[in-house]
């Protein structure tokens, strides 16, 4: 039986491993662009930005 913080390093695991890893290439490649005040990113950055937002993650860090 898996306590909470086991399920969250899991998680956590999933996420790194099979969303952000794949996106370090393009990261270094591609990279974000700062443009008229403005900053740009790749698409799939957008993607893995909006599994963390739909997990939660962003807020976990988040003072009260």
Same mark, same amino acid.
């Given at each position: 039986l898996l306590n909470t913080e086991d399920m *969250? *390093? =899991? @998680? =956590?695991?999933?996420l790194a491993v099979k969303e952000i890893l794949? =996106?370090?290439k *393009?990261?270094?490649e591609v990279g974000c662009k700062y443009k008229h005040g403005k900053v740009t990113i790749p698409d799939e950055f957008k993607h893995v930005l909006e599994l963390m937002? @739909?997990?939660g993650w962003l807020t976990i860090c988040k003072s009260s």
């Open positions: *969250i *390093i =899991t @998680e =956590t695991r999933n794949p =996106t370090m *393009i990261g270094d937002k @739909e997990g």
